[in-house]
């Protein structure tokens, strides 16, 4: 309901309530109209239908500061605990810039214009913060706290196209040469032929070795940060690999070595404590793996996209490559590439498998 009062000058103010806020202060929408009574009232009917419009009817969320922690809240338990500590960084990050927005007056051009103080971030950064606002505003509409998503004009950003770095097959065997005098030598080269994730490396249980058939299962992956077990990255990432007959090997001279007789619920690879073993261990023992070789520094990460463009060179459908690697065809064929959750390693590519 719009209230209407003269002022001195000559004209009126026209307030409007919008709702109230997270701590049930009521809010109002205010403008200086100048004219007669008339054309005051007129005035105020349009603002209530051009509010109505805007803030749908629920109101209790009327800044895009508050809007950001309904969404938080909202999303919380349905996400790990690393993904939604990311959004709250990304949440934290953009409330400077577009917290202060009304929902009742929020359009495309302020949007698009708040977003461009993100500067000085990553280009990977800066996009995902743009994702992000693109996922809290579509939110927003579904939730019914405003009518139109007004990202809908906002173009993402683009990535520069980046090359990943990569060994050779040649690299890639004197690596593992090297390797098999080195503490973390099975995870290094569990990573360098099968193309797994170094969390999904991790989180291997024995229960998921199956020595008869000489395959793994990867049904879960390891929080790196957390050192928990949690789900695997997507649905796709649920798979199984065949392996060579000399990771098998290893595999069975490793379970002797931890001397794992009863528990098949016991994480494959362990920290001296017990716990599971850090991404850090198998960084620093990858490191000192390339400075012996003399071969240029690589992440853990580039060990899988080794594995996965040694499989392309090697004209390997990509559907089976998807496979081996846990991605969708339509992802690895845009970085260089499922049929069935089925794939086998690369080991006799690299000479690795004697």
């Not at 051009?50 to 209790?60: D, E, F, T, Y």
């Not at 953009?94 to 007056?105: N, T």
């Not at 060179?313 to 559907?319: F, R």
């Amino acid at each position: 309901m719009a209230s209407i009062k003269k002022r001195g000058s000559g004209g009126f103010t026209i307030s409007i309530y919008i709702g109230r806020d997270k701590d049930g202060k009521r809010k109002y929408h205010y403008e200086t109209f100048y004219g007669n009574k008339t054309q005051a009232n007129f005035r105020a009917k349009q603002l209530e239908v051009q509010l109505k419009k805007r803030i749908g009817p629920k109101n209790s969320v009327s800044t895009v500061e508050e809007l950001f922690d309904v969404w938080l809240e909202d999303i919380k338990d349905d996400l790990d605990v690393r993904t939604y500590e990311k959004y709250c960084w990304h949440a934290n990050r953009l409330k400077p810039l577009l917290g202060d927005l009304q929902l009742y007056d929020l359009n495309t051009h302020e949007l698009k214009q708040r977003l461009k103080g993100l500067t000085g971030l990553a280009e990977r950064t800066i996009r995902d913060l743009f994702c992000t606002t693109r996922t809290v505003m579509r939110f927003a509409v579904s939730s019914e706290f405003i009518s139109t998503d007004p990202s809908q004009g906002i173009r993402i950003p683009k990535l520069s196209h980046k090359e990943r770095p990569v060994l050779s097959q040649d690299q890639l065997a004197k690596l593992l040469e090297v390797a098999k005098h080195y503490k973390h030598y099975l995870v290094i080269r569990l990573l360098s032929v099968t193309g797994m994730r170094v969390s999904e490396a991790l989180g291997l249980k024995w229960k998921d070795i199956d020595f008869n058939k000489s395959e793994i299962s990867i049904v879960r992956s390891c929080d790196i940060k957390k050192k928990t077990l949690k789900d695997t990255k997507t649905k796709n990432s649920i798979r199984t690999i065949e392996l060579d007959s000399n990771t098998m090997t290893l595999f069975q001279n490793h379970k002797e070595f931890q001397s794992i007789t009863s528990s098949l619920d016991t994480l494959v690879f362990t920290a001296d404590s017990g716990g599971p073993l850090s991404r850090n261990a198998v960084r620093k023992s990858l490191d000192r793996i390339l400075k012996k070789a003399g071969l240029e520094y690589c992440r853990i990460h580039d060990l899988r996209h080794t594995a996965g463009s040694i499989c392309i060179d090697e004209g390997i459908p990509l559907t089976t490559v998807a496979s081996l690697l846990g991605n969708r065809p339509a992802t690895l064929a845009q970085t260089y590439a499922h049929a069935i959750k089925k794939g086998a390693c690369i080991a006799k590519y690299v000479g690795a498998d004697n």
